[in-house]
């Protein structure tokens, strides 16, 4: 296994930095406007979603696979790679009833009671930056194994980050009056996920083996997977004013399908 300061993980930490910086990219780009475009937002979650879901399942899970397979052999390989998506299902469907993941209107934000605004946006911001640290590992572990898979993780999360970073600062802006503590509010949220993938490295480097990298790659793939059903296509289907979730989606694994072709 790589040391933390090696060039390979370096330049997984900086895709996975990266991808969680696009909060604050969603936070300047709100704080310019004096009104979203729901239907721009729709299709990019809805993008996000259909990236996320077909890396997850076309390269993340089988990598698990075979992975797995090399140590267990092929069937229980593919067994114990099931048993480990599911598990990543679990852990969310944990961390959602731990720290409830909430994504406010923005347009209704404006007419709340201060206080009540300022509450929320300290549960939206602390919310989403706990949901953001398994995508910082699903990021940096990808891009670890294979830097085309990385990268492509890392445009779909993105995507996703953008309007959460909508998420976290339109509260915040409205409950402090500034525009820094809102754009700070969504860096501290981006942050997360770097801060997880350092965290996870850390943990799992000593033990890092083959059926070690199979598991982490099983639960990832679920983890993921979840989170663009549970989170990012219901979420673009509120901001649709039509089809746009399923061409979003479609486009969405379009682009990373060519992309992993190209990059391959």
Same mark, same amino acid.
């Given at each position: 296994?790589?040391?933390?300061?090696?060039?390979?993980?370096? =330049?997984?930490? !900086?895709?996975?930095?990266?991808?969680? @910086? %696009?909060?604050?990219?969603?936070?300047?780009?709100?704080?310019?406007?004096?009104?979203?475009?729901?239907?721009?937002?729709?299709? *990019?979650? /809805?993008?996000?979603?259909? /990236?996320?879901?077909?890396?997850?399942?076309?390269?993340?899970?089988?990598?698990?696979?075979?992975?797995?397979?090399?140590?267990?052999?092929?069937?229980?390989?593919?067994?114990?790679?099931?048993?480990?998506?599911?598990?990543?299902?679990?852990?969310?469907?944990?961390?959602?009833? $731990?720290?409830?993941?909430?994504?406010?209107?923005?347009?209704?934000?404006?007419?709340?009671?201060? %206080?009540?605004?300022?509450?929320?946006?300290?549960?939206?911001?602390? /919310?989403?930056?706990?949901?953001?640290?398994?995508?910082?590992?699903?990021?940096?572990?990808?891009?670890?194994?294979?830097?085309?898979?990385?990268?492509?993780?890392?445009?779909?999360? *993105?995507?996703?980050?953008?309007?959460? !970073?909508?998420?976290?600062?339109?509260?915040?802006?409205?409950?402090?009056?500034?525009?820094?503590?809102?754009?700070?509010?969504?860096?501290?949220?981006? $942050?997360?996920?770097?801060?997880?993938?350092?965290?996870?490295?850390?943990?799992?480097?000593?033990?890092?083996?083959?059926?070690?990298?199979?598991?982490?790659?099983?639960? $990832?793939?679920?983890?993921? =997977?979840?989170?663009?059903?549970?989170?990012?296509?219901?979420?673009?289907?509120?901001?649709?004013?039509?089809?746009?979730?399923?061409?979003?989606?479609? /486009?969405?694994?379009?682009?990373?399908?060519?992309?992993?072709? @190209?990059?391959?």
């Amino acid at each position: 296994m790589s040391g933390l300061f090696s060039p390979d993980v370096l =330049v997984a930490l !900086g895709v996975s930095a990266s991808a969680g @910086l %696009a909060t604050v990219l969603g936070s300047l780009f709100v704080l310019r406007m004096d009104r979203t475009n729901s239907h721009h937002l729709a299709i *990019a979650l /809805a993008f996000a979603g259909g /990236a996320m879901v077909y890396v997850s399942l076309v390269e993340i899970f089988p990598k698990s696979a075979a992975a797995l397979g090399e140590v267990h052999g092929a069937k229980a390989g593919y067994a114990w790679t099931t048993l480990a998506f599911f598990c990543g299902i679990g852990l969310l469907v944990l961390l959602d009833r $731990l720290v409830p993941n909430p994504h406010p209107d923005v347009a209704a934000t404006s007419g709340r009671d201060k %206080a009540a605004v300022a509450r929320m946006s300290l549960l939206t911001t602390a /919310a989403i930056t706990a949901h953001n640290l398994p995508e910082g590992l699903a990021t940096f572990f990808a891009t670890l194994d294979d830097p085309a898979v990385g990268a492509s993780l890392a445009i779909a999360i *993105a995507l996703h980050n953008v309007p959460e !970073g909508v998420s976290v600062a339109v509260p915040v802006y409205f409950a402090t009056g500034s525009r820094w503590k809102a754009v700070l509010a969504s860096l501290v949220s981006g $942050l997360a996920e770097p801060l997880g993938a350092i965290l996870s490295y850390i943990v799992l480097a000593p033990f890092m083996s083959p059926a070690t990298l199979g598991v982490v790659f099983g639960i $990832l793939s679920g983890t993921m =997977v979840f989170l663009a059903l549970e989170e990012l296509l219901p979420a673009a289907k509120r901001y649709a004013q039509g089809r746009e979730t399923a061409y979003g989606m479609v /486009a969405g694994m379009a682009v990373v399908a060519l992309s992993l072709v @190209l990059l391959r």
